[in-house]
């Protein structure tokens, strides 16, 4: 099936709504569930999306999730209506609890966009990284530069540090060195 009318469906859309509006985006997650149904294959479909739409597909991905979200929260919309597409998308990523908590305590609309992106984002479930060789490498080196810069801030201030301090900060560097010689131990045993 040839999924044209759907590509000219979603240039209709962009003419007729702004892309930050809760219609346009809603609008959107409607014709693209609608290609995904006609496509009839997953791969079909996001080869449409990545060609014919020109929108990425982690974009397509939040606007259905938003979509599905307002579905959801049909008893909500009033309140709804008057947020950003911003805040919707923060949203949107939590557990209904925590939505209607947000929304009747009035935060959801009295916050400006960027506070309350920080308050969803920690309320947010953390997604784990997977263990790879890439991953513990980089948040490793990451957490050692930023080590490096704590300490060189001690030092370049009039600040003394305690010596219960010093001592609790020794202890645990040696646990961190005791610790990477038994990884580097486990590593050279399984070559």
């Known amino acids: 099936m040839n999924l044209s009318r759907f590509t000219r469906r979603l240039e209709e859309c962009r003419k007729r709504w702004h892309r930050r509006t809760v219609r346009y985006v809603v ?13 009839k294959d997953e791969r079909r479909w ?17 606007y259905l999730r938003v979509a599905k979200f307002l579905k959801a929260n049909v008893d909500l919309n ?20 925590e939505v209607g908590d947000l929304i009747k305590s009035g935060k959801a609309e009295r916050l400006s966009d960027v506070a309350f992106l920080k308050l969803t984002r920690r309320l947010r479930p953390r997604i784990a990284t997977r263990a790879t060789l ?6 490793t080196e990451a957490s050692l530069q ?5 300490i060189k801030r001690w030092q370049n201030s009039a600040l003394t540090m305690p010596m219960a301090l010093q001592v609790r900060f020794q202890a645990r560097l ?13 590593s050279a045993a399984a070559m």
């Open 27 to 39: 609008e959107v997650a409607r014709i693209v569930r609608a290609a995904r149904k006609a496509a």
């Open 46 to 62: 996001g080869e449409w999306i990545r060609k014919e739409t020109h929108m990425n597909r982690t974009t397509v991905y939040r």
């Open 78 to 97: 009033q309140q709804l209506v008057s947020l950003s597409i911003s805040k919707i998308y923060a949203l949107s990523g939590l557990k209904p609890v």
């Open 134 to 139: 890439p991953n513990l490498s980089k948040s």
């Open 146 to 150: 930023h080590l490096e810069r704590s």
């Open 174 to 186: 040696h646990a961190i060195g005791s610790a990477l010689e038994r990884i580097g131990k486990a």
